[in-house]
């Protein structure tokens, strides 16, 4: 008999749904293909030289047990190491007991996720916002309460608007969600005001911060931006990051930092999802750090990510028409654009890969999938040469769409 897995599966895996960075992920892997999709780091900015110092290192001096299982909140010199620095660079009073290694920042979502969420339950979270997180977030059938962003960060009078709303109807959101430094996918920076502003309104209606920060190391210019954890006091802030963008993503390591309550709830999560971190990526982690090599890694990677910004802004400049709005992101991955209102970035995809360029459709972006007219740019990825040729593409196709629309009589605006 054929097994009939409609009736079997669970209500979670029927509402599951495919990440559209991963769908992309495929086709952008096709041959002349411009990705100026996915945020992967530049294979360049690995460090394979220091990384096989880091793993001789692991196999000379600790090979045994790097090989066998290890604990599940992680391997404790890595801990430290992590706590440490966690201190000097991110003025984050933790030590050792507050840090969980996971297995990438993703899966610091999914335990969030699997700790706080019941069916049903309401977090916030800004709009755009990462893919992944929604996604994470959903499949523990969370509904998300998606608040504008400004140019500050958060619009902190819509958030407590509607905040009063929901409480007003007896919905009391658990959490709220946000890449403050060089977000994915805006490349936007909450200014220092409006972090503080979060705490407050966090701490008013009684609500954790959920503070992902995978891109704040990579800064181009300018001061950076104290944390939220910096400057929680109360144990309200769960701080994610990870060694993706700072080492290599297919280590798979990332980390929390949280209240040691907070990380023993995580710790069980994490026991029935995977028992423990990759040990070996750990102890290679650990020598990457402790050898010194990590700051000098980021210097590397800071200056050849601030080219290819340079690079694709001068391209914008050049190829793309006047009716594109985007913002200059100072650090991180990513440019965001913005077309007259009249342009659907998901319909016009399509003539986009036919010219074999590829980007993320904005409306990915929006847990309602609003906002259609938006699109990110990455710019880590690809060779100066592809991220010219790429933009000057993707310029072609926006023209060839605003005269389109013209030729169809349609009211063509200004990106907004
Ligand atoms: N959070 C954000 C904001 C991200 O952009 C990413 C990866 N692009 C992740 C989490 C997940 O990163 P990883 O699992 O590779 O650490
Ligand atoms: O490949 C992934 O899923 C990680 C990248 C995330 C992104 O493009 O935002």
Redesign the pocket.
Same mark, same amino acid.
């Given at each position: 008999m054929v097994v009939n897995l409609e009736r079997l599966l669970s209500r979670r895996a029927t509402i599951m749904k495919a990440s559209e960075i991963r769908e992309l992920l495929k086709l952008t892997q096709s041959p002349g293909m411009i990705s100026l999709a996915g *945020?992967l780091p530049n294979p360049e900015a690995f460090p394979l030289e220091i990384i096989k110092k880091c793993i001789d290192k692991v196999l000379k001096e600790h090979a045994l047990s790097a090989l066998q299982y290890g604990t599940t909140e992680g391997l404790n010199p890595l801990r430290d190491a992590i706590a440490q620095r966690m201190k000097a660079k991110k003025g984050v009073d933790c030590e050792l007991h507050d840090i969980l290694i996971t297995s990438? =920042? +993703? +899966?610091g @979502?999914a335990f969030i996720a699997m700790t706080f969420l019941d069916p049903g339950d309401t977090y916030i979270s800004s709009a755009p916002t990462?893919l *992944? =997180?929604i996604q994470a977030f959903h499949a523990y059938e969370a509904k998300c309460e998606a608040i504008p962003m400004t140019d500050q960060g958060f619009d902190i009078e819509a958030l407590r608007r509607n905040i009063q709303r929901l409480n007003r109807t007896g919905i009391y959101p658990k959490f709220i969600y946000t890449?403050p430094t060089f977000q994915?996918p805006s490349g936007g920076t909450m200014t220092l005001e409006a972090r503080k502003q979060l705490l407050e309104v966090a701490s008013e209606y009684d609500m954790l911060i959920i503070e992902?920060d $995978?891109y704040g190391e990579l800064i181009f210019e300018g001061e950076s931006i104290p944390t939220m954890k910096s400057m929680d006091k109360k144990g309200r802030v769960i701080y @994610?990051s990870?060694f993706?963008k700072i080492l290599a $993503?297919g280590f798979r390591l990332?980390w929390v930092v949280a209240s040691p309550e907070i990380i023993n709830k995580f710790v069980l999560a994490k026991q029935c999802t995977d028992l423990c971190t990759n040990v070996f990526s750990q102890y290679v982690a650990y020598e990457y750090i402790s050898g010194g090599y990590l700051d000098i890694q980021v210097k590397e990677i800071i200056a050849m990510y601030r080219e290819k910004r340079d690079v694709m802004l001068e391209a914008i400049r050049k190829y793309f028409p006047k009716e594109a709005k985007y913002t200059v992101p100072n650090g991180g991955m990513f440019f965001w654009v913005t077309l007259p209102k009249s342009i659907n970035t998901r319909a016009m995809f399509k003539k986009a890969v036919a010219k074999k360029v590829a980007y993320v459709v904005g409306d990915a972006f929006y847990p309602d999938a609003s906002q259609a007219n938006s699109m990110r740019l990455n710019f880590s990825y690809s060779t100066n040469e592809d991220l010219r040729e790429g933009i000057k593409r993707l310029g072609e196709v926006i023209k060839e769409e605003l005269k389109a629309q013209i030729t169809n009589g349609e009211q063509v605006g200004e990106g907004v």
């Open positions: *945020g990438g =920042a +993703q +899966q @979502l990462y *992944g =997180a890449v994915n992902d $995978p @994610l990870t993706s $993503p990332g």
